[in-house]
């Protein structure tokens, strides 16, 4: 399978930035990539709720596609504590993340609650940013590929193929994400990335699940993410900590354009 022909790239910046942080980050990042056509790359930045509408016009004027880092499944109700997709849309929001390791194992969410959300998204026209992975007991009894199948199956339940294209994988196994992750090898993450797009053409055909991008995620940094793109089957990093320095980000986005060939800038 041929590769996409845009590099997917973003960050989550999970629970660590303020709207001022964010502002400066964006800001930062704005102008460090500004050289960089947008035809090449589908650069995405994903904050806190609370820095979305603030950091909204930042992000257009500098082409980076904003994203939500959670979304109630409900357009309105009695939900206290959640936002709805008509609260993100208001606010200008593309991408929806659902299912992040942390929202999975930190907030008990289950392949039910992602399958739910990921159809209101597709519903409401947003890019639903689905998030997969092993535990690292699942890994060590050779179960990751069931699990991933299972998440992707179950999570993208009722999706009809026609919606594909608003459809991305992050593949981020638990044992690799944060602090005390190891990065997987691109071996180990390519073979996991074969298992899912067979599944998305088990589930929509070879076209459309052809078509979806697959990101990988947990420890990328500036070591490997040039390794982890020359695998062909991995078509874009989803990258936390490595990313939130401006600087650090746009110099990894450089490196990884060159590497896999997407753009001679
Ligand atoms: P990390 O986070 O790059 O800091 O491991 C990845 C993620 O949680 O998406």
Redesign the pocket.
Known sequence: MSRLPKLYIGT?T?MYKTIADTVAFLTELGRNTRDLSRDCMELFVIPSFTALDRVAPIARQHEITLGAQNMCWEDRGQFTGEISPLMLREVGVGIVEIG???RRHCFGETDDMQNKKILCALRHGFTALLCIGETGPQKERGTADEVLRMQLKNGLAGVAPSQAKNVWI?Y?PVW???VS?VPATKEYAAQRHQVIRKALIELWGEEAGGGVPVLY????NGQNATELIQMPCIDGL?????AWDPDNFAQIIRAVLREGAYCHS
């Open positions: 989550n999970k992040h390791s942390e992050a981020e690799a994400i944060g992750g995620g947990g420890s990328v989803f990258i936390g900590r490595s």
